[in-house]
């Protein structure tokens, strides 16, 4: 484990802070200001901002989220909605129009493993109305949350508006500093959120520390056709230690290929026939269209990382999702942890941030209800990455690993891992209030 960052860091960046009276502008007025104010302010639009920014507007906390790209659609983000997130839709009355939205649903996860098939996970006995992960582009379920949010006077969503910065006055936080096709734009907030990504401004600007646990994988994602007598996915791959994943986007298979760690130029080295060739020996069925991929550019290297704030918190400051802990795709919890933590700052700080600021204690408490969840999942990462990816559980005979054999034999211990990837440990229930 390596951590970085310190304090000292943060004390550089009070000379930043304006000491100018703000103007509080309403909504509409904002689009041409230069300077907002407002009780939170998020960073960032993805899985956990966007849930929290909906929570806290629906009950009526006024919340800016800030988002950098100008839409949501972009490839190569996880794309599973998970029976604990589809439970919270339910809860607040939104899943049937939800579950409108073109998606698969999958009731049990089954991996090909050194070619035989095993199931891994059953969320048919999940204690959930959704009994199912439900398989949906990113930038729909984004669209959709965000759709719903406007609808509350409390929301504003600013897109391409980039955050490069915080504000900081007395050690406290209390806004931040963004570039927006307009000029620079101000926003002074009683909360600031950071839900930025893996590759957090926020953290990093608040000086926090932060512990990398290593990963010794990267991913290359790419397309390739689908035609409609393929073979049912739901799963992926193993083969002595490598894996490949699909994902079934309607016309298209949303392929994840697991490498070593910085591999991607060896493979290149080797040629794009010889690629082409690998992605055939683990789904032969591919064989007559993985020329598609004839061009490097058609494949996009992902890069993993497990990491985790040591502080999620400072006055003025909570930093949520990948921006506190960054997560690895295995398993697919990356998304499930990232709202489940966004249910957790709204249940934890909505009443109280309705009404006025809230201390740097209150903060903690969304680091202690979340940060145990997180070091169990980001410990079964490492030992998936470890002992299932990378190979060093499966050997290079053909044999399944015990663990997968009990599977195969006792169905019912399907329910664990099917627990632990579709509610996580520690499911949040909705508790903020609502208005309207
Ligand atoms: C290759 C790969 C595949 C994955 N697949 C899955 C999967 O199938 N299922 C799963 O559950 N998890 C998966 N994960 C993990 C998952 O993507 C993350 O855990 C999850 O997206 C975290 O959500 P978030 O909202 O915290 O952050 P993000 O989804 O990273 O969202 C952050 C948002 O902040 C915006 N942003 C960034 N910087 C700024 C800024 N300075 N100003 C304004 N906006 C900013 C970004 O544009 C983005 O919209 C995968 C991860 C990887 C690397």
């Known amino acids: 484990m390596r951590c970085r960052g310190s304090r000292s860091e943060v004390r550089d960046q009070k000379s930043e802070v304006k000491n100018q009276k703000l103007e509080v502008r309403n909504h509409a007025a904002m689009s041409t200001s230069e300077k907002l104010q407002t009780r939170c302010v998020i960073v960032g639009g993805g899985p956990a901002g966007m849930m929290a920014g909906y929570l806290f507007a629906r009950a009526g906390v006024p919340v800016a989220v800030l988002e950098k790209h100008a839409d949501f659609n972009r490839d190569f983000r996880g794309d599973t909605i998970h029976p604990s997130t589809l439970e919270l839709m339910y809860e607040l009355g939104l899943l049937d129009e939800f579950l409108k939205q073109p998606h698969q649903e999958v009731r049990e996860l089954r991996g090909v493993i050194n070619g035989r098939t095993v199931p891994i996970a059953d969320f048919t006995q999940l204690p959930t109305h959704s009994k199912f992960i439900a398989f949906m582009p990113q930038w729909d379920f984004l669209n959709f949350l965000s759709g719903h949010a406007k609808r509350f006077p409390a929301f504003q969503l600013l897109m391409q508006t980039e955050v490069i910065d915080l504000l900081i006055k007395n050690e406290r936080v209390n806004g931040v500093r963004a570039k927006t096709p307009r000029g620079e734009l101000e926003v002074r907030a009683d909360l600031v959120i950071g839900a930025d990504g893996r590759h957090s401004t926020i953290h990093t600007r608040a000086g926090f520390r932060l512990c990398e646990f290593g990963a010794p994988i990267d991913a290359l994602w790419m397309r390739i056709s689908k035609k409609s007598d393929d073979p049912e996915q739901s799963f992926g791959f193993f083969q002595h230690g490598k894996l490949l994943v699909l994902l079934d986007r309607g016309d298209y298979w949303q392929c994840?290929?697991?490498?070593?760690?910085?591999?991607?130029?060896?493979?290149?080295?080797?040629?794009?026939?010889?690629?082409?060739?690998?992605?055939?020996?683990?789904?032969?069925?591919?064989?007559?269209?993985?020329?598609?991929?004839?061009?490097?550019?058609?494949?996009?290297?992902?890069?993993?990382?497990?990491?985790?704030?040591?502080?999620?918190?400072?006055?003025?400051?909570?930093?949520?999702?990948?921006?506190?802990?960054?997560?690895?795709?295995?398993?697919?919890?990356?998304?499930?942890?990232?709202?489940?933590?966004?249910?957790?700052?709204?249940?934890?700080?909505?009443?109280?941030?309705?009404?006025?600021?809230?201390?740097?204690?209150?903060?903690?408490?969304?680091?202690?209800?979340?940060?145990?969840?997180?070091?169990?999942?980001?410990?079964?990462?490492?030992?998936?990455?470890?002992?299932?990816?990378?190979?060093?559980?499966?050997?290079?005979?053909?044999?399944?690993?015990?663990?997968?054999?009990?599977?195969?034999?006792?169905?019912?211990?399907?329910?664990?891992?099917?627990?632990?990837?579709?509610?996580?440990?520690?499911?949040?229930?909705?508790?903020?209030?609502?208005?309207g």
């Open 256 to 435: 994840g290929f697991v490498i070593p760690k910085g591999g991607f130029d060896e493979i290149k080295a080797r040629g794009l026939p010889q690629f082409q060739n690998e992605i055939v020996s683990f789904a032969g069925f591919l064989r007559d269209r993985v020329t598609e991929l004839d061009d490097w550019s058609k494949i996009k290297l992902l890069t993993v990382q497990i990491n985790r704030l040591r502080e999620w918190c400072r006055e003025g400051l909570l930093c949520i999702g990948d921006s506190a802990h960054a997560m690895s795709p295995a398993g697919g919890v990356g998304i499930n942890l990232a709202i489940q933590d966004a249910v957790a700052t709204a249940n934890l700080l909505a009443e109280k941030l309705r009404s006025g600021p809230v201390t740097v204690s209150d903060l903690r408490k969304v680091q202690a209800r979340r940060e145990w969840p997180t070091r169990l999942i980001q410990s079964m990462q490492v030992f998936i990455h470890q002992r299932v990816v990378t190979g060093q559980a499966s050997g290079s005979d053909d044999s399944l690993p015990f663990v997968l054999r009990l599977l195969k034999w006792f169905p019912i211990l399907r329910q664990v891992p099917a627990r632990f990837i579709g509610l996580g440990p520690r499911p949040e229930l909705f508790r903020s209030p609502t208005v």
